[in-house]
């Protein structure tokens, strides 16, 4: 996982899918931007095309630019559909699988929502363009001081803490969605009880075989959705510490 000193630091930040509707265009484009008919390209080709239909999130998509949270010798990658490595052990997503991450949270305006695993900062990106009030954690220091300034060099507004994200942000739950971008063996019960009712929290689940949960919660407990197989790279920290001692205490 991207997350143990804790260090906050705060940057001035289906139940059923969302019906469907017809995509929007996009916005016109800036005409300094060398990206921009790239970046309209894969949200058309990989995106609209396939089901994400929210157009809130489609436009998000189209605004954020991914060549920004990558390495310089991976630009010219930046609008492939995969994942991409951005040093110390971590990868920024497929962009494919970010939306379909985001819509599935049902991320609405002024809504806090919780990110485990800043990373480079391109989901938190996406999520700041929803209008979220948003709260990441990231336990690998130096990506987690490249992505601060990035953010906040980009105008993205996020509360961010270096530290392990295994146990949430208790001080400022509840969460009306979480999104979690790295693989726990199973899902965090702190992070399932740091849901507001009503909230969804987005997470890969498992090791060799993982798949993308969804679970929401209701007011006398919480259901979980399966929504497709993924894979993401492990979570680290207490997600590892604790299966150690519970595979040893098993035995």
């Known amino acids: 996982m991207k997350r143990a000193l804790v260090l906050?630091?705060?940057l001035a930040c289906r139940s059923d899918p969302p019906a469907r509707q017809v995509a929007q265009p996009p916005p016109p484009r800036d005409a300094a931007d060398p990206y921009a008919a790239a970046r309209d390209k894969l949200v058309d080709d990989t995106m609209v095309k396939r089901?994400?239909?929210d157009p809130r999130v489609i436009a998000a998509m189209r605004r954020v630019p991914r060549q920004e949270f990558v390495p310089d010798d991976q630009r010219a990658h930046a609008y492939e559909d995969h994942p991409l490595a951005i040093g110390n052990g971590q990868t920024?997503?497929?962009?494919?699988i970010v939306a379909?991450?985001?819509q599935a949270a049902h991320v609405q305006p002024g809504a806090r929502v919780l990110e485990i695993g800043t990373g480079s900062g391109?989901?938190?990106a996406v999520l700041c363009e929803l209008g979220a009030d948003v709260y990441s954690i990231e336990i690998v220091e130096p990506l987690a001081r490249k992505s601060q300034a990035l953010l906040a060099r980009l105008g993205y507004k996020a509360h961010t803490r270096i530290g392990d994200g295994y146990r949430g942000w208790p001080e400022a739950a509840p969460f009306g969605a979480i999104i979690v971008t790295a693989a726990p063996a199973a899902v965090p019960q702190p992070l399932v009880d740091q849901l507001a009712v009503g909230g969804?929290?987005?997470i890969?689940?498992?090791?060799?075989d993982q798949q993308l949960r969804v679970i929401t919660r209701g007011p006398t407990g919480a259901t979980s959705e399966?929504?497709?197989?993924?894979r993401f790279v492990p979570m680290t920290g207490e997600a590892v510490s604790g299966a150690a001692r519970s595979g040893s205490a098993s035995r």
Not at 92 to 96: A, E, L, N, V
Not at 204 to 208: E, L, Q, Y
């Open 8 to 10: 906050a630091v705060a």
């Open 51 to 53: 089901d994400i239909t």
């Open 92 to 96: 920024i997503s497929q962009p494919y």
């Open 100 to 102: 379909a991450m985001t």
């Open 122 to 124: 391109y989901q938190t």
């Open 200 to 202: 969804r929290l987005v």
């Open 204 to 208: 890969p689940v498992g090791t060799d």
């Open 226 to 230: 399966t929504l497709m197989p993924v």
